[in-house]
Structure formats: C-alpha cells, structure tokens
C-alpha cells in the first residue's frame, strides 16, 4: 500500500488489489470510529481509498503507514442485506453464454454469491458489488441503453450493480427489485455501502 497527498487536506492510498482496499476501508472506519483517525469522508473505489478532510496529512500519513489492517473477513462490520430479485433480465441470455452454462446455472450463481459492496460511484446509491470469480467478467454492452429502469440488476466487468435510479446504462441485465436503494431523506440515503454483504435472493 503506498500513500499520497492529494491537495492540501486529502490522502490517496493505493492499493494492491480489491481485497487490500477493503481491508484498509474498513481498518480506516474502524480507527475514525474509535477516534484514532480525523478524516471527514473514507471513500474506497476499484484500487484506491480516499481521505478527505484531513486537518493534518503529512502526520495521519505517517500514522497509517504504522497500522496494519486486521485480519476480519470481509464484511464482517456489516449487517447482510438481502435484496429480494426477480430474475428475468433481457440478458441473461447473453450472460449465460459468457459464462458457457445456461440460465438457470446463471441464475443458481448469482443467488448463491456473497457479494460485497466494494465501492459506489457513477450514480448516488449504485453499488460496485464484488464476490464473483474474475473468470466470470462479462463485458458491457457495446450501445448503452437510453433508459434502464430503477432497480435494475446487472453485471459489467467483475461486479453486479443494481440501479438505484432510472438512468442510460450498458450493464447487461439479469433481473429486477423492488428495494428502495437511494432516499434523500434516510441516514445514510443510500441502502447500500461499502463492505456491506448482499445477497440476491429470488423475490417470492
């Protein structure tokens, strides 16, 4: 893991692999929780953690480069969510033959896979969920649709998402849910974050 200044209150840390971002995600909650740490936002993404609103950089990263993650499973600070899902996305056809199975193997996978929030971006409450093999990566479509409906699950590269949303996207879809994921007016707003556990149940 290196660190970096960014700006005049903000860290970077880089990262080796997905597995050591999430180990330093949650080590970095852990301390600001226990007040060992002053950052006002910890964002993970795909290989990086961001610190912002560090009072003093030069001296926190000098302290973190002195702690070492403790060795949780991942997701092991969070409470699982069990996202109720009706598989009967228009891709699954397509998924199906990435992956060399048919759809009901597809279908049998993902509602056995552990997934794990791994970071959010490209829309407020989307979650990057991580926990499938990188053997099953599937590519994106090659025209994004002009509209994919809110609560939509897809999967693109290594990940699953589910759009919280109505919004353009070029995840392949694979089914549906009801679940509210983004709402203004709850604490968080988003249902979903980082190093949270999520399973994809079949809706009954």
Do not use: K
């Amino acid at each position: 893991m290196r660190i970096r200044p960014v700006g005049a209150h903000a860290l970077l840390l880089d990262c080796d692999d997905a597995e050591q971002v999430e180990a330093w995600r949650a080590e970095l909650w852990r301390r600001r929780a226990a007040g060992d740490l002053a950052a006002v936002d910890i964002v993970p993404a795909a290989l990086t953690v961001l610190l912002d609103g560090v009072p003093d950089p030069e001296t926190t990263a000098a302290r973190i480069a002195g702690w070492h993650p403790r060795a949780t499973a991942a997701g092991a600070d969070a409470a699982e969510v069990r996202v109720p899902t009706v598989y009967d996305g228009a891709d699954l056809p397509a998924v199906a033959e990435h992956w060399g199975v048919d759809v009901p193997t597809v279908v049998d996978r993902l509602r056995r896979t552990r997934f794990r929030v791994a970071f959010c971006g490209f829309a407020p409450g989307f979650a990057y969920l991580a926990g499938l093999p990188p053997e099953l990566a599937v590519p994106r479509l090659a025209t994004p649709r002009t509209r994919v409906p809110a609560g939509s699950v897809a999967l693109a590269g290594p990940y699953a998402g589910i759009y919280p949303a109505a919004s353009p996207g070029g995840w392949l879809l694979v089914g549906r849910t009801e679940m509210v994921l983004f709402d203004v007016h709850a604490d968080p707003p988003a249902r979903l974050t980082p190093g949270t556990p999520v399973r994809l149940v079949p809706a009954s």
